[in-house]
């Protein structure tokens, strides 16, 4: 039995399903398509993060494919009616990283609304902008607005309630009535009503044909001025170009951006140069502890499929 993993996974999930099947590892297989489709030909399983695109070629490339582990949440890269066209299982790691995601949120939001941490070298060269970073903003009474109200989004909402924010969220998967709205103590709003009101706006909604383009230069003008973005969820969700143009029109005060259309962002991009941006490189659920617990739970749900015991 072949397990072939193509993206990075913490060593000790790696040897626990190695003391059980014979595994080829290789955390840059993904960068390479030829030796990825070689790979699979006797593969049973396959566990991939983001950058592994799991389409047609692939699963016509490993015949005796039985499921497919996702070191993550997010499913855009898998061909998913292929895979249950094949009766392959697709396990994704729900769950496993969102505590390194809400924190990413918060900190993030913390440091944008603060606005005071960019300047250490001026400070370190005898400069003192004390003036000029002195204005910042408390999170305290703001109102964070949360696209998106799943794992996540809830754990998200329960740290900015511990910094005394007002937490609002839209999911038109939950219906107004739902006990997780009263269990939360978050008030649902529809979206344009979410994104006049809230002073945060934090996305954790999947990439798919309705959310493609879902805020875009409409939809960004309709936020609350001075308001803060930060995207976590798919680049493919905000018009990068209409984002940059809020940005440097001040019509928002930030944005915390950890993934984009095109990974890595190619030059050129709108988004190169922004005021009060801060870009991260896909890494807002990736942390030592989250690593741990999402290799953890995909081995155990890889095994699991093939009949494993580890």
Request: charged share 20%; aromatic share 4%.
């Given at each position: 039995?072949?397990?072939?993993?193509?993206?990075?996974?913490?060593?000790?999930?790696?040897?626990?399903?190695?003391?059980?099947?014979?595994?080829?590892?290789?955390?840059?297989?993904?960068?390479?398509?030829?030796?990825?489709?070689?790979a699979?030909?006797?593969?049973d399983?396959?566990?991939?993060?983001?950058?592994?695109?799991?389409?047609?070629?692939?699963?016509?490339?490993t015949?005796r494919?039985?499921?497919?582990g996702?070191?993550?949440?997010?499913?855009?890269?898998?061909?998913?009616?292929?895979?249950?066209?094949?009766?392959?299982?697709?396990?994704?790691?729900?769950?496993?990283n969102?505590?390194?995601v809400?924190?990413?949120?918060?900190?993030?939001?913390?440091?944008?609304?603060?606005?005071?941490?960019?300047?250490?070298?001026?400070?370190?060269?005898?400069?003192?902008?004390?003036?000029?970073?002195?204005?910042?903003?408390?999170?305290e009474?703001?109102t964070?607005?949360?696209?998106?109200?799943?794992?996540?989004?809830?754990?998200?909402?329960?740290?900015?309630q511990?910094?005394?924010?007002?937490?609002?969220?839209?999911?038109?998967?939950?219906?107004?009535?739902?006990?997780?709205?009263?269990?939360?103590?978050?008030?649902?709003?529809?979206?344009?009503?979410?994104?006049?009101?809230s002073?945060?706006?934090?996305?954790h909604l999947?990439?798919t044909p309705?959310?493609?383009?879902l805020?875009d230069a409409a939809?960004?003008?309709?936020?609350?001025?001075?308001?803060?973005?930060?995207?976590?969820a798919?680049?493919?969700v905000?018009d990068?170009?209409?984002?940059?143009?809020?940005?440097?029109?001040?019509?928002?005060?930030?944005?915390?951006?950890?993934?984009?259309?095109?990974?890595?962002?190619?030059?050129?991009?709108?988004?190169a140069?922004v005021?009060?941006?801060?870009l991260t490189?896909?890494?807002?659920?990736?942390?030592?502890?989250?690593?741990?617990?999402?290799?953890t739970?995909?081995?155990?749900r890889?095994a699991?499929?093939?009949?494993?015991?580890?």
């Open positions: 039995m072949l397990i072939v993993i193509s993206e990075f996974m913490d060593e000790a999930a790696v040897r626990a399903l190695s003391a059980r099947c014979t595994v080829r590892y290789e955390p840059d297989l993904a960068d390479r398509r030829g030796d990825l489709l070689a699979c030909a006797d593969a399983a396959l566990i991939v993060r983001n950058r592994t695109q799991v389409d047609a070629a692939v699963l016509a490339a015949p494919l039985r499921a497919v996702r070191l993550g949440v997010g499913l855009d890269n898998i061909d998913l009616p292929g895979c249950a066209a094949r009766g392959v299982q697709v396990l994704p790691a729900t769950g496993a969102a505590r390194a809400a924190e990413y949120v918060v900190g993030t939001l913390l440091l944008l609304l603060r606005g005071a941490y960019g300047q250490s070298a001026d400070v370190a060269g005898g400069k003192w902008p004390r003036n000029a970073l002195s204005n910042g903003l408390e999170a009474h703001r964070l607005g949360i696209v998106g109200f799943g794992g996540i989004g809830r754990l998200t909402a329960r740290l900015a511990g910094l005394d924010m007002t937490v609002v969220a839209h999911d038109p998967m939950l219906a107004d009535d739902a006990p997780v709205w009263q269990e939360s103590g978050v008030r649902p709003m529809a979206l344009d009503a979410l994104l006049a009101d002073d945060a706006v934090t996305l999947p990439l309705r959310t493609a383009g805020f939809r960004l003008a309709s936020m609350k001025p001075g308001a803060i973005l930060i995207n976590t798919r680049g493919g905000v990068e170009a209409a984002l940059a143009a809020a940005l440097r029109s001040g019509a928002l005060r930030g944005a915390a951006i950890d993934v984009f259309d095109q990974e890595p962002l190619p030059a050129g991009s709108p988004l140069d005021p009060n941006a801060v490189p896909h890494i807002a659920g990736l942390t030592q502890e989250a690593n741990v617990r999402v290799s739970l995909v081995a155990q890889v699991d499929a093939l009949g494993l015991t580890l």
